[in-house]
Nanobody, 120 residues
Framework: QVQLVESGGGLVQAGGSLRVSCAAS????????MGWYRQPPGKQRELVAS???????NYADFVKGRFTISRDNAKNTVYLQMDSLNPEDTAVYYC??????????????WGQGTQVTVSS
């Protein structure tokens, strides 16, 4: 059974930092492109950052220079370091895994989400 378990969310003041983690189990982590999405209150889910199996990263414009995504294949974990947080970053943050087999994406998995709240 595949599980993506996020942790590290919480309440932080504007200008502060937070790191969220996503631990994967039941899946070959090194065969997955990983991503972080978020869903602000009353809005649609949006991509925040992604990292490929090879370590290439991609960021949404609204987090460039503030957030850093990384992965540790030995720990089956992907991280999102969030710095210079502002109230607009308040959202539920979701971990996403795209499983690749023979070079093709075959399945997508989601975590349950972790709440990040930034107070002004």
């Amino acid at each position: 059974q595949v599980q993506l378990v996020e942790s590290g969310g919480g309440l932080v003041q504007a200008g502060g930092s937070l790191r969220v983690s996503c631990a994967a189990s039941g899946i070959t982590f090194s065969n997955c492109d990983m991503g972080w999405y978020r869903q602000p209150p009353g809005k649609q889910r949006e991509l925040v950052a992604s990292i490929t199996r090879g370590g290439s990263t991609n960021y949404a414009d609204f987090v460039k220079g503030r957030f850093t995504i990384s992965r540790d294949n030995a720990k089956n974990t992907v991280y999102l370091q969030m710095d210079s947080l502002n109230p607009e970053d308040t959202a539920v943050y979701y971990c996403n895994a795209n499983l690749f087999l023979f070079g093709r994406a075959v399945k997508t998995y989601w975590g349950q989400g972790t709440q990040v709240t930034v107070s002004s």
